[in-house]
């Protein structure tokens, strides 16, 4: 078999036939060619717009919730109602220990701060956060860095601005970077920027992100934490992190479990659910699209080989008398066939490429753009290769059944 | 070498049989050059087909070469013809795609020999049937005579026990058709088989030995007397 894939008689009969039938196989390929190039410009193209959804959310993880203490509204045992409750480090250990899938766990603290250098003040949100809040929502840093884990440890006076906040507090081409500034009347060193994602959570201005342990220590927060980002691993179910968290907080805090306003909670991955829902269906209907034209193109090819071998029934005819094997015929018309697939699907793998590429090259630029990296995973494309060679093997044994099932005496006969 | 034993073969039409061959009794050695005479409808070519393991029959027997054939599917047919007999027909059926030396050496590619030796081979067989300088020529490029003798190369490309030729001549002038039985006979001479089927007298008379066919029976089996002329 081998051999035979590698004769030059082999691939010299396929490009005979071919040959012969220039305009019908063209058009085949076309067709087989167009089914893979719409699955793989469709799917880019969705990929494309998810990819640009991730990008406007600013980064945030997005199977994330947010949990804050409130105020209880129940009496439980022996507190009457109204209590208020403030969320401890020890809640996230205990967070951690007892529910399972989650990522991270991160607290967080949050005030407003004036911040003041040389003449120029602005008020702005200033935020005590861990290096983990990076991995959570990106920070796009412009220059520097974000907290790291040893101005935690030693809770260093350093801050990470926004660039909106750069640019009030700094003149322009002013290198922030290892500048200081004053932030409720305390010195803290600038040592990175970044770039707010369109959908923040600074609002207009952007924020200030100090570490953690220093906002603790700043603004007298002893033990406590204003609010948790949790984030669930991938295939963990986010709502239902949710619901465990707030259910072990109540028991920790004593609060009745069915208080439902002890604890507020934003879920992230709820709200980005239902626009993945209709990217999800968005992808689906590509794939069946993609793919039914993917079949349609491949029995086509097969249509044009049962006319070609109808054509060459008396060709078959004469080879088998001279001492072709049934299997010889069979498997040079299947070769043909997937060959024919292989070819149409390279050309429309590539041609879908291209057009990606000016879809990206067009739509994809620009502040505001449609579509961000529209691409379709490799493996994807391996699938799709595979099917079409598989479909050009299967089609093929129908022409090929064909071609061996006519008696040579019969085939010799034809005119 | 083809020795047949009460052999019938019917073809369905229809409801009813079509009886083509009413037990023919037939044997031919080594080394003959036989014609088959006979009108259409005779059965002649329905004889060639099952002697060239195109077409199975239904009772008697058929020995080839000392081995009976019985119960063959097509892969073994397919290499008994390749291994056994070499084929010509009046229409040539030579592939119009492939040079005049492809189509001599197609045979041998279905024996799996490789490219070089087959062109090789194909190319001796070319020139022993005086067409060495066409070898390159397609088929759309040669004369009917040519292609004939194309076509007889192919068939001796394989070195077979027997030539199995239906109407070889059928579609040449008397000119061509007079080389083309020349050139049969010559193969003849170097002792390969020749089975030849036609209706034209002239070709049967070129032959050692004539068997008359009518309706599905041999109604006649003569030896041509006039051999000392050749």
Request: charged residues 25%; aromatic residues 8%; proline residues 3%.
């Amino acid at each position: 078999m081998i051999k035979f894939l590698f004769d030059t008689d082999t691939w010299q009969e396929i490009y005979s036939s071919i040959r012969k039938n220039k305009i019908r196989t063209g058009i085949t390929i076309i067709g087989v060619m167009w089914g893979i190039f719409l699955l793989v410009v469709l799917l880019g193209a969705a990929k494309g717009v998810e990819n640009n959804f991730n990008r406007l959310f600013g980064d945030f993880a997005t199977n994330s919730v947010f949990v804050w203490a409130q105020q209880t509204s129940k009496p439980f045992k022996g507190f009457q109602e109204g209590k208020g409750i403030t969320l401890k480090m020890s809640d996230l250990d205990n967070i951690k220990k007892e529910i399972k899938g989650l990522e991270f766990v991160i607290p967080r603290h949050q005030n407003q701060a004036l911040a003041v250098n040389k003449f120029k003040t602005g008020t702005f949100g200033i935020f005590g956060d861990y290096p983990e809040f990076d991995k959570v929502q990106k920070r796009n840093l412009v220059y520097g860095r974000f907290i790291n884990d040893n101005d935690i440890i030693e809770k260093k006076k350093v801050c990470v601005i926004e660039e909106e906040i750069y640019k009030q507090l700094f003149d322009k081409g002013e290198f922030p970077i290892g500048q200081y500034i004053k932030i409720d009347n305390i010195n803290y060193n600038v040592v990175g920027m970044y770039k707010e994602g369109q959908i923040g959570s600074g609002g207009p201005q952007g924020s200030i992100h100090i570490p953690f342990t220093t906002f603790q220590q700043v603004y007298n927060r002893g033990d406590s934490v204003g609010w948790m980002m949790i984030t669930g691993q991938p295939g963990f179910d986010i709502t239902q992190i949710e619901a465990d968290v707030k259910l072990l907080l109540k028991n920790l805090h004593k609060v009745h479990p069915e208080d439902e306003r002890a604890f507020g909670s934003f879920n992230l991955g709820k709200e980005i659910a239902k626009v993945t829902g209709f990217l999800t269906g968005m992808q689906f209907l590509t794939w069946f699209v993609g793919i039914a034209t993917l079949i349609a193109g491949v029995f086509a090819i097969g249509n044009i080989l049962l006319i070609t071998v109808k054509e060459r029934t008396k060709e078959i005819g004469i080879r088998r008398a001279l001492g072709a094997k049934p299997w010889e015929i069979k498997r040079q018309i299947i070769l043909e066939s997937v060959f024919l697939t292989s070819i149409a699907g390279a050309l429309g793998i590539i041609s879908g490429g291209v057009v990606l590429m000016i879809i990206d090259a067009t739509l994809g630029q620009g502040e505001e753009p449609a579509l961000t990296n529209p691409t379709v995973d490799i493996p994807v494309i391996i699938i799709a290769a595979i099917t079409l060679v598989v479909l050009g093997t299967l089609i093929g044994l129908i022409p090929a059944h064909k071609a061996v099932s006519i008696r040579p005496i019969e085939a010799l006969r034809e005119e | 070498m083809i020795r047949i034993e009460k052999l019938h073969k019917s073809y369905p039409i229809g409801k009813d049989f079509l009886h083509v061959l009413k037990g023919l009794d037939l044997h031919i050695k080594e080394g003959e050059f036989v014609s088959i005479m006979g009108s259409s409808g005779s059965g002649k070519s329905t004889l060639l087909n099952i002697v060239g393991l195109l077409d199975g029959h239904d009772t008697g027997k058929y020995y080839l070469n000392g081995q009976l054939i019985e119960n063959l599917d097509e892969k073994k047919a397919a290499i008994l013809r390749n291994k056994f007999l070499g084929f010509v027909f009046q229409s040539f059926n030579l592939i119009n795609y492939k040079s005049a030396l492809e189509n001599v050496a197609l045979p041998l590619y279905y024996q799996g020999m490789a490219r070089k030796d087959r062109n090789k081979v194909a190319l001796q067989y070319l020139d022993k049937v005086g067409l060495k300088d066409r070898a390159e020529h397609l088929p759309s490029e040669l004369s009917g005579g040519e292609k004939q003798r194309v076509a007889i190369a192919r068939a001796l490309v394989t070195n077979p026990k027997v030539i199995l030729a239906d109407e070889p001549t059928g579609a040449l002038d008397s000119t061509t058709t007079h080389s083309v039985m020349e050139l049969l006979k010559e193969i003849n001479r170097e002792g390969m088989t020749v089975f030849v089927i036609t209706h034209e007298e002239d070709v049967a008379g070129e032959t050692d030995r004539i068997v008359r066919l009518k309706d599905g029976v041999i109604i006649s089996d003569e030896r041509v007397q006039k051999k000392a002329k050749v």
